[in-house]
């Protein structure tokens, strides 16, 4: 490691890592200069933990009829009713359907469809088991979101890394994709 680096954790944790060769003075002079952005991470993940005990009132999933017991928060991620299950399955694949007519006829594989609960990310495209698995949780935030993951998701297909054509063929077909995922975060 390089540099000294710090991080909020999703439990408000600071985690600060250096190399073995810094010396522990100019650790702490620069844990003391990043007291402001800590601060602000931290209270940042609090609020954020807080907002996320509660369904998303504009989420698919309120609008569904779905209420905070069929989501409930574990110990270190939530656990979802069966119901929540099956009709956020439901729902990832009819958004698949919807979004293929956005690819040529043969361009994507036969694929699946998964949930799993996740922790650190929305989506995961397997191209070789051909299998896009998606985060139970998503099913909380509105269908443009879903939408949005499910399409990334599938571009995957296409494009397997994170460039420049991969961002041009989502924004092709999704112009606002950027605004969208910033709900995400």
Known sequence: MRSIRLH?????????????????????????????????????????RQNSASLNPDGVAAKSGFLSSDRIRGQSNFKYSALWKKSALKNFMQSAGRLSSFFEKKALPEF?????????????????????TLSWELFNFPQECIDY?????????????????????????????????????
């Open 112 to 132: 699946t469809v998964k949930g799993r609960s996740m922790h650190s990310m929305w989506g995961n495209c397997n191209t070789k088991n051909k299998t896009i």
């Open 8 to 48: 909020v954790n999703r439990f408000g944790e600071v985690v600060c890592t250096a190399s073995f060769l810094e010396s522990e003075q100019k650790i702490q002079k620069f844990i003391e200069e990043k007291k402001d952005w800590i601060e602000k991470s931290v209270q940042k993940v609090k609020k954020s």
């Open 149 to 185: 993951v499910v399409f990334h998701e599938m571009t995957h297909f296409l494009y397997i890394y994170h460039d420049k054509n991969f961002y041009s063929y989502i924004e092709r077909y999704m112009p606002d994709f950027r605004k969208i995922a910033k709900n995400l975060s």
